[in-house]
């Protein structure tokens, strides 16, 4: 039965993580052939995740426990940021770039800010945070295969929108909750942003459908998915998996957009995650230690 029930704990991991990635290709896919504008497509999004997880926050009998709306304006606020930049930076980036970007950018912001209020960091997490950085710059320089300016800022700016909503919603006892209530409290000026593309009818068929298969898909069902493994794995492997989002997203990018893989972007992506991966490590190192030698002490 264990191993019945681990086979299960990874299948859906795997899962959140594929939905995770399939964001950054919805959007990459529907922005870049035409199918929808940036607004609009950024507007279906929320509105159909904040539907999807209104109904499993029902289904879960969620508000009968405790009838409330999750989540704060300020988180709502970090999510709608993070949402609007996503889709711009998608205009002009590639799906594995994108993701790549985003994730180093909310790694950043939220190593950043734990040192801005007094974490100290070991030699493994000050290393493998300056080869994070080093390769993100590199990925940014200019040359033939470097990335569109614009595109990079604004996905840099996502990540730190995320690190922020990830960092508001830090220590939360219901995150699903939470999360449905962020994006519920988005819903309004979520349906002002489809109101444009519903009158000049700038978004087809297939855009729409893309972007609620985003919101609902993607990303309620996906958080909903996420939050219900969480609990199971240690905290290291939850960081550890979210590793594999950015690969995923340029393999998905070059199998259903035609996308190249430029070395440049194989090379950025192995200097970027590793560096993650390391500072990942040191933390779980100091912190493991950190707690033997308050058991010792005991």
Do not use: H
């Amino acid at each position: 039965m264990a191993n019945v029930s681990a086979l299960k704990i990874a299948l859906l991991t795997t899962l959140a993580m594929l939905a995770f990635a399939a964001n950054s290709v919805l959007n990459r896919v529907a922005l870049a052939q035409g199918e929808a504008d940036a607004l609009t497509y950024t507007g279906v999004r929320l509105a159909s995740g904040a539907v999807m997880l209104a109904l499993i926050l029902a289904y879960r009998g969620a508000w009968l426990r405790a009838p409330r709306i999750g989540g704060s304006f300020a988180g709502a606020l970090a999510l709608f940021v993070y949402a609007i930049a996503f889709s711009y930076a998608y205009l002009e980036l590639s799906a594995g770039t994108g993701a790549l970007v985003l994730f180093a950018a909310v790694q950043i912001g939220m190593l950043g800010w734990a040192i801005f209020r007094g974490d100290r960091p070991g030699l493994l997490e000050w290393t493998g945070f300056g080869v994070a950085i080093i390769f993100l710059v590199l990925l940014l320089m200019p040359g033939l295969s470097a990335p569109d300016p614009l595109g990079a800022g604004l996905m840099v700016m996502a990540g730190l929108a995320w690190a922020a909503y990830t960092l508001i919603g830090r220590g939360s006892s219901a995150p699903l909750v939470d999360t449905g209530g962020n994006f519920i409290r988005c819903l309004p000026i979520a349906l002002l942003l489809i109101v444009p593309g519903v009158l000049w009818q700038t978004t087809s068929l297939a855009g729409w459908l893309y972007a609620m298969a985003s919101g609902a898909l993607a990303s309620g069902l996906g958080y909903a998915i996420w939050y219900s493994v969480l609990p199971r794995l240690e905290r290291s492997t939850a960081a550890y998996v979210q590793l594999t989002v950015p690969a995923i997203a340029a393999a998905g990018g070059v199998l259903f957009i035609a996308e190249p893989l430029t070395l440049r972007l194989v090379l950025c992506s192995a200097g970027i995650l590793g560096g993650v991966g390391l500072t990942l490590w040191g933390a779980d190192t100091r912190r493991r230690n950190a707690t033997k030698s308050g058991a010792a002490m005991r």
